[in-house]
């Protein structure tokens, strides 16, 4: 898709060159709005004011919504104010919020001017909402039905306002504001007759979510249950909007990105890489790595109170990286699983002693074929291949044990500390890869030496 993208890039500069409109309309209506969106990513922004008024009315709005955030500032800036005011028209309310959040305040001050009032009224009321919440996220532009409407009557409802909505697959029953039921547009297609009134094929069984619930949770949700769009109520239960599952989606993308850099040692950044500056991931790298770069002093210091020890036997600390890293591996395959189990609601704190049952298991088969292999390797290797001196039968047995201990605390530590920082309220992925992995190596220290203390006679 990338390489397909160039080419029409390519393509369109040229006839840009020439001046061939004609043409380049051509090729874009038959383009979908997020490729046209991607090809202008690549195009300079004097030139896309020009690219854009060539599309039609509809496909131009639906190519901006796709647009970055960069590239619809620089079009807005090049656009006439009637020429905003027609893309106005055509978006749909959660996407001009998207957009309103997103540019700078002088911007945001034209779109709001060139809006309707009624849009320009439902995006203030969105925005007053929780940042991440689903009254943050839903729209406003659902079909609503009463349950003593007909179905020919309700067919009808849906010809005349079903063009403004954003979804019309489901339609809401609605009886003084408060939601009592739903009925599909399939159910009132094969309703046995036109004259059947609404509330006697409405499904009154309803999933709702409150203005007020995470986002996160929303996306969850619709997946649970299978949903096309999920109703949002306030708290007396009226209706107040829908989320659709394209921003369930993009929620979705969005917690899993920002998982995925916390768990890698970032802050989370709203910028894909490529638009990052080097300062900009600079600025969201460096906190994690200065704290990390600090607490990894508990691990020098525990080395530096047992450098006695290790001079009198230099050969144990050939051993240390091997430790080190297969505990903290071994804590990172606990603490994504967790995560990942959090994230997905199948665990519960109430779950931590199950968890932990189930990890020490797993920790004791990890841990004793580990420690096979770990013996064989420093007798096989270390002792006679390489001849490293101070290698006997005993050191290679300390090393054993010290693998297998360490697998079994870097196994505990990996799935408690996610469940503790959940419980605590805090975002279960900050406990992952790296800070987890400063934990264990001071842990496979202090056992690595309290063993070796205990079985070698050189130590003592």
């Given at each position: 898709m990338a390489e397909h993208s160039v080419t029409v890039e390519n393509t369109l500069q040229a006839l840009l060159s020439d001046k061939k409109y004609s043409t380049i309309r051509d090729i874009l209506i038959t383009m979908n709005p997020a490729d046209i969106a991607a090809v202008f990513s690549g195009v300079e922004p004097e030139k896309l004011p020009l690219l854009f008024r060539l599309l039609p009315k509809e496909l131009a709005a639906e190519s901006f919504v796709e647009m970055e955030s960069e590239e619809q500032e620089a079009l807005i800036k090049g656009i006439s104010d009637s020429e905003l005011r027609q893309v106005m028209d055509e978006l749909y309310v959660d996407d001009a919020?998207?957009?309103?959040?997103?540019?700078?305040?002088?911007?945001?001050q034209r779109i709001l001017a060139q809006s309707d009032p009624q849009m320009r009224k439902e995006i203030n009321e969105i925005l007053q909402y929780p940042e991440n919440s689903a009254g943050s996220v839903m729209t406003t532009e659902y079909v609503k039905l009463s349950p003593n409407m007909t179905v020919g009557d309700a067919i009808l409802r849906i010809r005349r306002t079903g063009v403004d909505k954003e979804t019309i697959y489901t339609c809401y029953v609605l009886e003084n504001r408060i939601l009592v039921g739903t009925v599909s547009v399939k159910s009132l297609l094969l309703a046995p007759s036109d004259l059947q009134t609404i509330d006697s094929i409405m499904e009154s069984n309803i999933i709702t979510v409150t203005t007020h619930t995470d986002q996160e949770e929303v996306a969850q949700t619709m997946s649970k249950y299978n949903l096309l769009a999920i109703p949002v109520v306030d708290g007396d239960n009226r209706m107040v909007g829908i989320v659709t599952f394209d921003d369930a989606m993009d929620v979705m993308e969005d917690e899993v990105t920002e998982d995925m850099e916390i768990m890698a040692g970032m802050t989370p950044s709203d910028k894909t890489y490529l638009r990052s500056t080097p300062f900009d991931l600079f600025k969201h790298r460096i906190p994690w790595l200065s704290l990390l770069m600090i607490s990894a002093t508990f691990t020098g210091l525990i080395i530096s109170n047992f450098e006695e020890k290790l001079a009198a036997l230099v050969c144990l600390t050939a051993f240390i990286p091997m430790l080190m890293d297969t505990g903290g591996n071994s804590g990172s395959q606990s603490s994504v699983t967790v995560i990942r189990a959090l994230s997905l609601n199948e665990l519960e704190f109430v779950d931590l002693p199950k968890v932990l049952w189930k990890e020490i298991r797993t920790a004791l088969m990890c841990g004793a074929v580990l420690a096979v292999l770990c013996f064989g390797k420093v007798m096989l290797i270390d002792n006679l291949v390489l001849g490293t001196e101070g290698v006997t039968a005993t050191v290679a047995l300390v090393i054993a044990l010290t693998m297998a201990v360490t697998v079994m605390c870097a196994k505990i530590v990996g799935c408690t500390l996610p469940m503790l920082a959940k419980k605590l309220g805090f975002d279960p992925a900050v406990m992952a890869s790296p800070?987890?992995?400063?934990?264990?190596?001071?842990?496979?220290?202090?056992?690595?030496f309290g063993i070796a203390t205990a079985l070698l006679p050189q130590l003592h």
């Open positions: 919020v998207d957009i309103v959040e997103e540019m700078p305040a002088n911007v945001v800070f987890i992995t400063t934990i264990v190596d001071a842990l496979s220290l202090l056992v690595y």
